[in-house]
Each structure stands twice: as structure tokens, then as C-alpha cells.
């Protein structure tokens, strides 16, 4: 074993250590270190989950029970998402690589090689044809899914890029990152369009609405930004957290806006009135990732405890499993 396979594998079996559940009760329990991300099928009746323990995990969401464990990484995994199909995904990794899955044999079926460091995040455009990857190597990437091909590399961030989505009808993106800035890139031509500031540290999460022309950003200053993307300019913000943001997700109909963080909680906004609706407390470590279900009446929340929880967003309360 090399050198650094070794350190490897003494770092995960720290973490491991350090965030096994300590007798907690969680709807969707396998993984063996923290939840950095989720996803839920078009259908809304499936998750995928991303774990710091290298292995994706795919689950029956009603049943809250684990189908199968997806391995091909040699890294954490940061990142999944959905093709529009359902029956495909991507995900990332700080092994450098973006992996494509068939959900159904439950392999890789193509790799996405490219950033020089870890992969923290991705998004796919609404129509599937793209994806962009935000890396610890200061770029944002963009792929033709259809042709496993990079299409551009957009240069400009001073430190880690930790999250990236589409904007504007797909035809723009938005990044940020440990520089503490809210880039705006269009896709076409690959050039910069504007750098927005206002998070005094590192910013960790964006989610742009439906309509494409607002986002949300979440920083480790514990605030949550609201920007225009047409003006380009910040128009408010959300609140109440007390510790760092670790992840956003704004609701199909773009009303509603969830955020998890270093407090433990995850918290359900009204985008419309700029106000909190509820909090959900449950996890024993920071929430870690968070995503509405297509229907908008559920939200799933994945934790530094390693747990995933699902929760009723009309009660409040954690929802059972459906035999």
C-alpha cells in the first residue's frame, strides 16, 4: 500500500471513529461518516446520498431503505445529482473525478477526468445536456453529458470553489467559493460577467430560483444572502442561524428555501416574505445537506452525524417509513 493510501485510510478510520452515531435514532442509517450530500429522483421515489466514508448510496425514499451501495471512489464523495431520467447519476469527489452511474446495475458507466483537486460540487441543467463542477483547483467546469466532454474551464476564483448552479434559462452560472465571492459566468463564451460581495468569509452553498434570475448563498459568517442576477446586486437576507451554512435548496415553485448548518438545524424559509417557517431539530452534528421533495411537501436533511432524516414540512415532524 502507497504512502499516501495509507494516510488515506488512517484519516477515514479517525473520522469514522470520530462521527459514529452515538446510540441516535435516524430514519436512513448505513453510512459510515458524515452525509455531504443528497438527492432526490425526479420521481420523488428514490435518494441518493454521498458520504466522506467513499460510497454513494442509493435508497427507496418511502420506504426509507437502503437498495444499493454504489463504491467506485477512492475519496469522500461531495456531490450527487440526478439525471432527468432517473435512472442515471452523477456524482464528486475529492479524488479529483466525477463518476456517471447506472442506477440499475448500480456501476460506473463514465468518469468525467479533468480537475487537478477535490470536486466539491455539481449541478446539471434543467434539460440534462450540462454539467459544471466546482473544484478546490480554483475552476469551475463545464460538461457535455451527451459527449463526456469538458466544454470549458471557467478561471477566476483566488481559493476553493465549493458550489456551482445554472442561472438565466441555463445559458449562465454562478460559483463560489473560499474567496468570499458570488461569481456570475456565461456559459457561451466562458467569460466572467460580474463578482458579487458582501459574505465576510469563506461562501459554502448557492441555489438559484426556478426563474433563474435569484440565488441564495451560505457562508461560515452564518449568513444567508439574497441576490438579484439580473441587477446583479444583493437584496436582503435570511436570518437566523447561528453557526456556519452548509447547504441550500430553494422548492420547485420557488416559495419556499430550506438551509442546514453548523447549529444543527435545518431551517424552511418564506422566500415570498423573507421570514423563517420552521426549524428542524434532530441531528446531533452539523446538517450537512439538504433537498425538498418534487412534490414540495417533504425535505430530507443528511448530517455530520452520519444519518439522514426525512420531515413532514407541513408539521414539522420526522416522517415514518411506509411499509
Partial sequence: MTMRACAAVGMVTAILALLAPSGARADMVGHGAMVNGIAVSPDGLQLLSASWDYTLRLWDLPRQRELKVLDGHTASVNAVVFLPDGKSAFSASWDHSIIRWNLASGKPSGHLKG?????????????????????????VKLWNVAASRMEH??????????????????????????????????????????????????????????????????????????????????????????????????????????????????????????????????????????????????????????????WSLETGALVKPRN
Fill in 115 to 139: 480537475h487537478l483537486n477535490n470536486v466539491a460540487g455539481i449541478a446539471l441543467s434543467r434539460d440534462g445536456r450540462w454539467l459544471a463542477s466546482a473544484s478546490w483547483d480554483r475552476t
Fill in 153 to 310: 474551464s471557467f478561471e477566476g476564483h483566488e481559493a476553493n470553489v465549493m458550489q456551482v448552479a445554472f442561472a438565466m434559462d441555463d445559458r449562465q452560472l454562478v460559483s463560489v467559493g473560499y474567496d468570499r465571492s458570488v461569481r456570475i459566468w456565461e456559459i457561451a463564451s466562458g467569460k466572467e460577467l460580474a463578482v458579487l460581495n458582501g459574505h465576510e468569509t469563506s461562501v459554502n452553498a448557492v441555489a438559484v430560483t426556478p426563474d433563474g434570475k435569484s440565488a441564495l448563498t451560505g457562508s461560515t459568517d452564518g449568513a444567508i444572502k439574497r441576490w438579484d442576477l439580473v441587477a446583479r446586486r444583493e437584496t436582503g437576507s435570511l436570518p437566523g442561524h447561528s453557526g456556519f451554512i452548509t447547504s441550500l435548496a430553494i422548492s420547485r415553485d420557488g416559495r419556499y428555501a430550506l438551509s442546514g448548518g453548523g447549529d444543527r438545524l435545518m431551517r424552511l424559509w418564506d422566500l415570498r416574505e423573507g421570514r423563517q417557517l420552521k426549524q428542524f431539530a434532530g441531528h446531533e452534528k452539523p446538517v450537512w445537506s439538504v433537498a425538498f421533495t418534487p412534490d414540495g411537501k417533504h425535505a430530507v436533511s443528511g448530517g455530520y452525524d452520519a444519518v439522514i432524516k426525512v
